[in-house]
């Protein structure tokens, strides 16, 4: 039905009334007729369905009853208000827009909040098919420009806009198929060539929601709204905004919730570099995607102070349930940010309350008055503004990349050969989870040291929770290893988590992570509302399997493992896993001799003590702290 609107919207004029009904809009209305109502409906002022340009997977084209959007979406029933209407509007968003209503909603919201002063009908418009030709139309100018031939496409990289490549590739990472890709590629050269954006960070993940409910051409529309008149209402478009972005989060911090400002400044997570969790990637490693998306609609209509009034109150709730571990265990700001994602995907955090109560509700003041929580918009721009003259002072001497550093190494009465050069240690800081990124390896067991034998690995590893085996492998020049979230010990039940990963070092560098087994599903209630979710091969607790004659991790079809060792640590197999997929883990080879083998642990760079002396991730995130002084 949409393919069809779409191609009678693009043989119709877009900026006329409505001539005579020409036979193909009599078959339109004729197709839309379900009592007399549906008659005098022009098919082009229906709203535009959204569409998946960046998955291509299906989008539900329901709009559920009672839930304040019209069923039968039209211009006279759009999203956008006059002035004494959109607040209403705004409380519709934060409740969250249908999905197949998102591509039309974004884009009037973001046109009706550039354009303050156009009328309703005409802001409306942008949604539905009125403007599908005017749209289209533009986009291709702007694509025969770009990319005049083929070949300039197939040779164009995906731009970071100073988010930094790293991110980049965690975002190509995101099971984008190829075309997907090539949409983002289309749409971020379209963002710099055409409209003049050279920094802004936030810019690729933002372009990445667009195109899950949007073609290229309305992701590229509503983004040139965005940033209409170089704004600061949605984007930081320059280094100098980004900074007095950065600035004005953490003044809000201080002033709004001093405690939590007191703690965050302390580990650096107020810096340019400490806030890319949100600044820079919009929340989308805190939060789950569907949370996510809610922002997306916030955002679109009420622009970046949704992303200050959501992320400063979030950091302070996360803050009240981390509790004091927070302040005595945490030291980076990657690993606060990983205790924010971990409240944020747990039972305790329901996001309909978070936004009614902390994020935009308001507080009783002198015991008759009551004021919003956080600051009004009017307040927060002049306070960007104010701090742009600060940005302008300090902009060459603050960093706004937190740079990778390897792991580091601890000198022991043992040297380190398989994790001695510092690129395969960076390699290794990537994968890891944040919580480990700024930890040292320490050796705690080397086969040339202590010997071949399955009982000395196992004593040497008793004393670590969390682990790296790094094993040689001869006559291939590869260096394979393995991630333990669990103390290898005899167990032939099986146990480990889904954080276990298997990687190859050298050469060409790869994780391989865990991956959702889609067979095994069980049914829980998040946020008051049941959803699916998979369940994780109970916690995956198959993916760590060892015993008196082997050790082994990650489950494959056949009763095999993704990897395995004998007894004597000198000959090791690998088949596919339906755990990790490793499928290329060495290249074809199944069975293989085992050379020098070494296994670490971690050591914390503040103080030098191992990490599982105090375990972080039940001291500092796990279920303990996490049940503490409710906020809500």
Not at 80 to 86: C, H, K, P, V
Not at 147 to 164: I, K, R, T
Not at 339 to 367: N, P, T
Not at 377 to 396: G, K, M
């Amino acid at each position: 039905m949409q393919a069809r609107l779409r191609a009678i919207a693009n043989s119709l004029s877009a900026e006329t009334d409505p001539p005579t009904p020409t036979s193909s809009e009599r078959e339109v209305n004729e197709f839309f007729v379900e009592d007399a109502d549906l008659e005098i409906i022009d098919p082009l002022d229906l709203f535009c369905s959204s569409v998946d340009t960046l998955r291509h997977q299906p989008i539900d084209q329901t709009i559920p009853p009672r839930s304040g959007w019209s069923t039968r979406p039209t211009r006279m029933s759009g999203v956008g208000g006059d002035t004494a209407g959109r607040e209403e509007t705004r409380r519709m968003c934060r409740k969250g827009i249908p999905p197949s209503f998102k591509c039309s909603a974004w884009i009037i919201n973001a046109v009706s909040a550039a354009n303050p002063d156009m009328p309703k009908e005409e802001y409306d418009a942008f949604g539905t098919f009125r403007k599908v030709r005017v749209i289209d139309h533009g986009w291709d100018l702007v694509l025969k420009s770009i990319f005049p031939d083929e070949s300039d496409l197939e040779q164009a990289d995906v731009l970071d806009f100073g988010v930094g490549q790293y991110i980049i590739v965690n975002i190509m990472l995101q099971d984008i198929p190829d075309k997907g890709i090539r949409s983002l590629i289309k749409v971020l050269h379209a963002a710099r060539d055409s409209l003049g954006l050279e920094f802004c960070p936030v810019l690729p993940d933002v372009a990445c929601l667009l195109l899950s409910f949007m073609p290229e051409s309305y992701a590229y529309a509503t983004i040139r709204q965005m940033v209409a008149d170089d704004s600061n209402y949605f984007l930081a478009i320059s280094r100098v905004s980004y900074l007095a972005f950065c600035k004005t989060f953490a003044d809000l911090m201080e002033r709004n919730f001093p405690q939590t400002y007191e703690v965050m400044d302390q580990i650096k997570c107020l810096t340019p570099a400490g806030l890319d969790p949100i600044m820079k990637r919009f929340f989308v490693p805190l939060l789950r995607r569907k949370h996510v998306l809610r922002i997306m609609d916030i955002f679109t209509g009420e622009g970046a102070h949704a992303i200050f009034r959501i992320g400063c109150t979030l950091c302070c709730l996360a803050h009240a349930h981390l509790g004091d571990g927070v302040r005595q265990h945490c030291d980076n700001a990657l690993m606060f940010w990983d205790g924010v994602r971990r409240f944020a995907h747990s039972k305790h955090f329901h996001f309909d309350i978070f936004l009614e109560r902390q994020a935009y509700g308001s507080q009783v003041h002198m015991r008759i008055l009551t004021r919003p929580i956080f600051p009004r918009e009017d307040f927060v721009y002049r306070l960007i503004s104010n701090n742009e003259a600060w940005a302008s002072e300090n902009e060459h001497h603050i960093s706004i990349h937190a740079e990778k550093k390897p792991l580091g190494l601890v000198e022991g009465k043992y040297p380190i050969i398989l994790a001695k050069h510092s690129l395969e240690r960076l390699s290794l800081c990537n994968w890891l989870p944040p919580a480990l990124q700024s930890t040292k390896l320490e050796l705690i067991y080397s086969s040339s040291h202590h010997g071949r034998s399955i009982e000395m690995f196992y004593m040497q590893c008793s004393k670590a929770v969390h682990t790296l085996t790094l094993l040689e492998v001869l006559q291939k020049d590869v260096v394979i290893g393995m991630y333990a979230t669990h103390t290898w010990h005899n167990n032939p039940s099986g146990y480990g988590d889904g954080e276990c990963f298997l990687f190859r070092l050298t050469p060409e560098p790869e994780c391989f992570k865990y991956k959702v087994n889609s067979t095994i599903q069980t049914a829980a209630s998040l946020d008051d509302d049941s959803e699916v979710i998979v369940n994780r091969i109970s916690d995956a607790g198959q993916l760590m399997i060892s015993g008196d004659s082997f050790l082994s991790m990650g489950v494959c079809e056949d009763g095999a493992s993704a990897l395995r060792l004998n007894e004597d640590l000198t000959r090791g197999s690998t088949s596919r896993s339906i755990s990790f997929g490793n499928q290329d883990l060495i290249g074809g080879v199944e069975v293989f001799e085992v050379g020098l083998v070494e296994t670490y642990r971690f050591i914390r760079e503040v103080d030098g003590q191992p990490i599982d002396k105090v375990d972080i991730w039940k001291e500092m995130f796990g279920s303990s702290l996490l049940s503490e002084g409710h906020y809500y």
